[in-house]
Each structure stands twice: as structure tokens, then as C-alpha cells.
């Protein structure tokens, strides 16, 4: 009886702190964490696999988050991996880029997340939820704003960003990206159960090491594009950001659509 009269006190204590650390916005069995306004935008690198059965959950969880409560203030790209089903389609269907940026962060499991280049540790709700909470209300070092041309006729067309210093960056030698991702893919294969993933990256523009930026007091980058036959132009974004590649952090991203 003393056991059990610890264990409920305990469990009353917990639930305590969770509750005073951080809101929660619980829906669908998931809890978020959430505090508005922002302070700026964030880019969530997900690294993923279709024969992953970890991944579900966190396949769900970032598809409710995108879809409500952070809006467009959390930025996602979604990498395939090798691990564990090396016969994963949209990991086969750009190996470069989707190997080279599991390389450039040391990915050797799924799932894994890096907010704003930083590993996000084991994925939960509650902790990948409070993480970016609080990467959202961090300093804002840079603002992106795009605009961009498509011609639907010929699949092709230009971006332009905008890069503007908002307070100092921490290092100078760093490189912008450009990438474009696709939502709502079809893939009725897929051994783990998600057939139409979201945020998929289908091609670095810029390459796996992005280009040389000096943003200075402000920079302005143009890019050209093409969407490939099999890709629905009306599902996909074109996303740019700016990240140092020794420290691996993130100074500014933001997502425009391309048709």
C-alpha cells in the first residue's frame, strides 16, 4: 500500500512539471507544445524510410503540426534513407542528395531530426514539440523572402531570394540551399503503411553543399528549375535557406510554391 501511495504521488509530481514546463495541445494521442507568437522561421531536417515503423509517428505528428499549429513558421524537408529498407523508392529516386545529406549529418537510423542543424534527439511528440517551441522564439539573425517565375507549359522556371541581415551572424562562411520538395506523394508500396508522404525532398538545386553566400547587409540569389514529369507541380515548394556547413546551424529559411 506504501509502494503504491509513492507511485501515484510520483506520478502526480510529473505530470506536475510537464505541465508547468511547457503548454501542451493535445490531439490525436499527440501533444505539442505550443507558444505564439514566434520569434522567427525554422527548417525540421527529417530523415525517414518507408520500411521504418518507428517513423509513423513522427510521419503523423509533422504532418498535424504543418497542417495547424505552427502553420508556415516550421519549414519541412523530408530526406529517405537507406536504413533500414534500402529498396525505398524515393530514396532510390534521388540517391546523391538524399545520401548526401545523411552524410553531411551522420544519419545512420531513422527516424532523426535536425531543427535548424541541431539533432533533435529520440523522437516524441512532447520532445520534438517543445525543442522547436523554443528554436522558434530564438534570436532572428536572417529574413528570406522569395519570389519566383513557372511556366507549367515547359516544367521550368526561376527563383529569386531575397536574403536580409536582421541581427549579426555568428560565422560568415556559409552557403545558401535550394530545394525542392514535393507533398502528397503516391506510393502504395510502401512497406511501413505511409503512401502519400509530405515534404519530400526531390532535388538539392544548389547540390548536397549548397553555394557560397556573403549576405553582408543583404544579398539577392537567383535560381533556375525544372519539375520532372512524374512530380505533381501543384505539391510542390521550392524551400531556401542559409546555413553555416562547419557549425551545421541554420540562420534563415522560408518556402514558396511553385505553381
Known amino acids: 500500500m506504501k509502494y503504491i501511495s509513492i507511485l501515484v504521488l510520483a506520478l502526480i509530481i510529473s505530470a506536475a512539471a510537464m505541465l508547468n514546463g511547457c503548454e501542451s495541445n493535445d490531439v490525436a494521442g499527440t501533444s505539442v507544445c505550443v507558444t505564439l507568437p514566434v520569434n522567427k522561421k ?71 531530426g535536425r531543427l535548424d542543424g541541431v539533432n533533435t534527439g529520440q523522437f516524441s511528440a512532447e520532445n520534438w514539440g517543445c525543442q522547436i517551441n523554443q528554436e522558434l522564439n530564438t534570436q532572428e539573425h536572417l529574413k528570406i523572402t522569395l519570389s519566383k517565375q513557372f511556366d507549367p507549359n515547359i516544367d521550368s522556371g526561376s527563383v529569386t531570394a531575397v536574403v536580409t541581415l536582421v541581427n549579426a551572424l555568428p560565422a560568415n562562411d556559409n552557403v545558401i540551399h535550394f530545394v525542392i520538395t514535393e507533398n502528397n506523394i503516391s506510393y502504395i508500396t510502401s512497406p511501413n503503411g505511409i503512401t502519400n508522404p509530405n515534404h519530400v525532398m526531390r532535388n538539392m538545386i544548389t547540390g548536397n553543399g549548397g553555394e557560397t553566400i556573403s549576405v553582408g547587409s543583404g544579398v539577392t540569389v537567383t535560381k533556375s528549375f525544372g519539375i520532372a514529369p512524374n512530380w505533381n507541380e501543384d505539391e510542390c515548394y521550392i524551400i531556401v535557406f542559409v546555413q553555416n556547413p562547419t557549425t551545421k546551424q541554420v540562420f534563415g529559411v522560408e518556402k514558396i510554391k511553385v505553381n
Open 42 to 112: 525554422g527548417l525540421l531536417e527529417f530523415f525517414t524510410n518507408a520500411g521504418c515503423n518507428p517513423c509513423i509517428a513522427a510521419h503523423n505528428y509533422l504532418d498535424e503540426i504543418s497542417e495547424s499549429t505552427y502553420d508556415t513558421s516550421l519549414i519541412i524537408i523530408s530526406y529517405h534513407t537507406r536504413y533500414p529498407y534500402p529498396f525505398d523508392s524515393l530514396y532510390r529516386a534521388n540517391i546523391s542528395n538524399n545520401q548526401g545529406r545523411s552524410d553531411y549529418y551522420g544519419i545512420g537510423f531513422t527516424p532523426q
